[in-house]
């Protein structure tokens, strides 16, 4: 069983940075099983990827519409996964979950294939 608590959320103004952390609870050497990822949904869209990191080896890869602006970083000791957001924009603007699963679950970008979600952190991002 694993538990996710997201926290960091909050209202920037554009340009600004936001800094989100997803709590992964759950024995350390389960930890290293699992991809954990961040996901967005704003209001009448689809959930999307954002960001995902492989546990075990620290391999990340991004959307193509946040990289270069946000990093994805874990802390395996404290199963402690953080997304660095930087130079928001109004279109970052979203609930953010934490998500994770066994890499075999499926696809790493599609929400579908994880078992385990956060309660989500609103961004707020403003012009």
């Known amino acids: 069983q694993v538990q996710l608590v997201e926290s960091g959320g909050g209202s920037v103004q554009a340009g600004g940075s936001l800094r989100l952390s997803c709590a992964v609870s759950t024995e350390y050497a389960y930890y290293t099983m699992y991809v954990v990822a961040w996901f967005r949904q704003s209001l009448g869209t689809e959930r999307e990827e954002v960001a995902v990191v492989y546990a075990a080896t620290g391999t990340t890869s991004y959307a193509a519409s946040v990289k270069g602006r946000f990093t994805l970083s874990q802390d395996s000791a404290k199963k402690t996964v953080t997304l660095q957001m930087n130079s928001l924009k109004p279109e970052d603007a979203a609930m953010y979950y934490c998500?994770?699963?066994?890499?075999?679950?499926?696809?790493?970008?599609?929400?579908?294939?994880?078992?385990?979600w956060g309660q989500g952190t609103q961004v707020t991002v403003s012009s």
């Open positions: 998500a994770a699963q066994r890499p075999s679950s499926g696809p790493w970008t599609e929400p579908a294939s994880y078992n385990y």
